[in-house]
């Protein structure tokens, strides 16, 4: 993904960013960003939430939630007795 606009730094150095960039980046107002130099360039990056990726970021594995229970089962065996 590559796109290349220009903004505006507005009062107190506030950045406005252009629609096409809040589009594809899919940001909304409240968002965290990381701000980063490199020599005269800025570099900003969005902190993406865990809750919404986990609800609407891309899927990369499955499970079922029969999986998850055994796993559980397993994990609290490895304690029983330690407590």
């Known amino acids: ?3 290349e606009v220009p903004a505006k ?3 107190k150095y506030a950045l406005y960013l252009p629609k096409s960039v809040v589009d594809l980046l ?3 107002e ?3 960003v990381k701000i980063s130099v490199e020599g005269e360039k800025m570099i900003v990056e969005v902190i993406r939430d865990p ?3 986990a609800l609407y970021g891309k ?3 499955k499970i ?3 999986e998850v229970e055994r796993i559980s ?3 609290q065996g490895k304690y029983e007795g330690s407590a």
């Open 1 to 3: 993904m590559s796109l």
């Open 64 to 66: 079922s939630a029969e």
């Open 59 to 61: 899927k990369f594995a």
């Open 26 to 28: 899919k940001v909304r």
């Open 51 to 53: 809750i919404d990726l």
């Open 30 to 32: 409240g968002d965290r």
């Open 73 to 75: 089962l397993e994990e």
């Open 9 to 11: 730094i507005g009062k």
